[in-house]
């Protein structure tokens, strides 16, 4: 009976040593036995790069519009976006009309599409239109490579760029054979056209050949009258000739004897005595 309590506490010291003992293992080993897991790298979007338009007119009333290339106070270099061919051109700001200037922002994708769709449009008015297309072309090929740079592709967009490159191709085909045909058809013209001309000039040179023909008849019978005329006034000349020679002839005797008789009359007009009165 003395032993019993003793024997109680130290079955309650080995209860508590064990619950301690069972603390301390719990507190040395890891909460979590499960693997941590990876973050997630997720790629950050590339922010669209903003492309810069400016309308502007000059001061001698020229309508420019174009991508602004680079700009600083004294001058704008613009790539024109108003003719067929690609080009790169330069304007002193004093050029520019004061209060004329547009500026439009966009990203460069819809600046792609926009003036894509313009070049197409431009494609059939048979001015410049290979290089119209060829534009067209360009510009949504480089949507389209925008497009798959993106994080994120869109395929029905990537799509959609795809059927106008291949609508602007087929357009491409068919205005080319239009323009082969328009061009047979205006040699034809042409060829209409010289023959018709040629037609009128072998018709004005029959007619200029008769014209000439019958005024050099007339010529010739004019000239022969007059060489019939001049042979019949050679012995009229002849007699005038003869005539004047006599008149010379008789206008010199005369002379002589004019002066002869102011000679004389000289010598009488001093023998001559006048009784005065």
Not at 128 to 138: C, E, G, L
Not at 159 to 187: C, F, H, N, P, Y
Not at 243 to 255: G, P
Request: hydrophobic fraction near 35%; glycine fraction near 2%.
């Amino acid at each position: 009976m003395t032993n019993r309590p003793l024997l109680i506490t130290a079955s309650a010291l080995v209860c508590l040593f064990s619950i301690l003992y069972a603390q301390t293992e719990q507190t040395q080993s890891p909460i979590d036995k499960t693997p941590a897991l990876a973050p997630i790298s997720r790629k950050q979007r590339q922010p669209d790069r903003i492309v810069r338009t400016k309308t502007f007119y000059l001061k001698d009333g020229t309508v420019v519009m174009g991508r602004v290339i680079s700009e600083d106070r004294n001058q704008i270099t613009l790539e024109e976006l108003n003719q067929s061919p690609v080009i790169v051109s330069m304007y002193a700001k004093k050029q520019i009309a004061s209060g004329t200037t547009h500026t439009q922002v966009m990203s460069e994708l819809d600046y792609c599409r926009k003036f894509a769709a313009h070049s197409a449009s431009k494609a059939w008015d048979f001015r410049d239109d290979p290089d119209d297309f060829i534009q067209a072309i360009r510009l949504y090929e480089k949507a389209k490579q925008l497009l798959s740079q993106a994080p994120e592709p869109d395929p029905q967009e990537i799509s959609g760029i795809d059927q106008r490159i291949a609508q602007v191709k087929a357009d491409r085909q068919i205005w080319i054979t239009e323009a082969e045909s328009r061009a047979k058809l205006s040699k034809l013209q042409a060829q209409a056209v010289i023959d018709q001309r040629m037609d009128e000039l072998k018709q004005e040179i029959t007619k200029n050949a008769a014209e000439l023909s019958a005024i050099r008849q007339t010529f010739d019978r004019n000239h022969k009258a007059l060489d019939q005329r001049v042979s019949d006034l050679d012995p009229t000349f002849d007699d005038l000739y003869r005539s004047l020679q006599q008149a010379t002839d008789n206008i010199k005797v005369n002379r002589e004897d004019i002066r002869d008789l102011r000679h004389d009359y000289r010598r009488t007009y001093r023998r001559v005595y006048v009784r005065p009165r």
